[in-house]
């Protein structure tokens, strides 16, 4: 991944776009649901269910845009990577935050830096709630590990703002580009 002021700016705009995006109501269409319990099963889908209708939806969206990047490569028609596009954001449920607490916790890691934020994951009270948003990845990819979820599945969750570690993922690398560029959008 290159440094520089396009990632930059790309991270922005999809930041602004999500933000907008959950202030909107409603989550997924029944038709979706259905769709995403067929590819979770009943444990994890019963988890990402507790999700805020917006976490749904966009999950709902990289997932749809990660199949059609997907039909592109020899990774057609293999659901893991679709459970782990609908799955990669559900650490976020550790924290408790809303739309307004999310957009605090990223300024934060903002201006502190992520040394000093990933530390407070442990914490009580506010300062644990945005360490634990700021770490939802690697939680997320934890607890589907403890609903005995897909290991590929855990391992994208736990790794998808972390390009750094993708390759140790074991995920094929066409995979890892589809999965980012369907989350980005």
């Given at each position: 991944?290159?440094?520089?002021?396009?990632?930059?700016?790309?991270?922005?705009?999809?930041?602004?776009?999500?933000?907008?995006?959950?202030?909107?109501?409603?989550?997924?269409?029944?038709?979706?649901?259905?769709?995403?319990?067929?590819?979770?099963?009943?444990?994890?889908?019963?988890?990402?269910?507790?999700?805020?209708?917006?976490?749904?939806?966009?999950?709902?969206?990289?997932?749809?845009?990660?199949?059609?990047?997907?039909?592109?490569?020899?990774?057609a028609g293999?659901?893991?990577?679709?459970?782990?596009?609908?799955?990669?954001?559900?650490?976020?449920?550790?924290?408790?935050?809303?739309?307004?607490?999310?957009?605090?916790?990223?300024?934060?890691?903002?201006?502190?830096?992520?040394?000093?934020?990933?530390?407070?994951?442990?914490?009580?009270?506010?300062?644990?709630?945005?360490g634990r948003?700021?770490?939802?990845?690697?939680?997320?990819?934890?607890?589907?590990?403890?609903?005995?979820?897909?290991?590929?599945?855990?391992?994208?969750?736990?790794?998808?703002?972390?390009?750094?570690?993708?390759?140790?993922?074991?995920?094929?690398?066409?995979?890892?580009?589809?999965?980012?560029?369907?989350?980005?959008?």
């Amino acid at each position: 991944m290159s440094t520089g002021l396009a990632p930059r700016v790309r991270r922005a705009s999809h930041l602004a776009r999500r933000f907008f995006g959950a202030l909107v109501p409603g989550g997924p269409s029944p038709a979706d649901e259905a769709w995403v319990g067929e590819i979770l099963g009943a444990d994890l889908f019963a988890v990402w269910n507790t999700m805020p209708g917006h976490d749904r939806r966009h999950s709902v969206g990289v997932a749809r845009r990660a199949q059609a990047g997907l039909a592109r490569t020899n990774e057609a028609g293999d659901s893991r990577w679709i459970a782990a596009a609908l799955a990669h954001d559900i650490g976020k449920l550790d924290a408790g935050l809303g739309v307004f607490g999310r957009v605090v916790a990223t300024l934060l890691r903002g201006a502190l830096g992520r040394t000093r934020t990933d530390r407070w994951v442990d914490r009580r009270g506010m300062r644990g709630k945005f360490g634990r948003y700021l770490q939802h990845g690697p939680l997320g990819g934890d607890r589907i590990r403890a609903l005995g979820g897909p290991e590929p599945v855990a391992r994208w969750a736990a790794a998808h703002h972390d390009w750094n570690t993708w390759e140790g993922t074991g995920i094929p690398p066409a995979v890892v580009t589809v999965l980012d560029a369907a989350d980005d959008d």
